[in-house]
Nanobody, 126 residues
Framework: QVQLVESGGGLVQAGGSLKLSCVAN????????MGWFRQVPGKEREFVAA????????KVADSVKGRFTISRDNAKNTLSLQMNSLKPEDTAVYFC???????????????????WGQGTQVTVSS
């Protein structure tokens, strides 16, 4: 059984910052690419950022490029998403996801991820 646990969500004013974290068991985390996705009611799950299993390659969505940074700490089995200059349109439930396999490219397709966290709410007000 694999469980991903997100934390760090909350309410923040536009222009503020939040840092999300996701912790997984070591076996899954050490051999998996990791990603962040977000979802708003009535819309499909949207890619935010992803990092390969070794951390050598990262990718962020155009909508958050320059504002969000993804990173991973394999020693602590922790995935992070630093979110700066937050906008009201960033409001969503943010999900941590794991894709098993030591691939060398990032995965943007949510359907190809194997495990998901419960989500953490991020609300940005003006």
């Amino acid at each position: 059984q694999v469980q991903l646990v997100e934390s760090g969500g909350g309410l923040v004013q536009a222009g503020g910052s939040l840092k999300l974290s996701c912790v997984a068991n070591w076996r899954t985390f050490s051999r998996s690419g990791m990603g962040w996705f977000r979802q708003v009611p009535g819309k499909e799950r949207e890619f935010v950022a992803a990092v390969t299993w070794g951390g050598a390659s990262t990718k962020v969505a155009d909508s958050v490029k320059g504002r969000f940074t993804i990173s991973r700490d394999n020693a602590k089995n922790t995935l992070s998403l630093q979110m700066n200059s937050l906008k009201p349109e960033d409001t969503a439930v943010y999900f941590c996801a794991a894709k098993e396999g030591r691939y060398w490219v990032v995965e943007e397709n949510a359907e190809l991820y194997d495990y998901w966290g419960q989500g953490t709410q991020v609300t940005v007000s003006s």
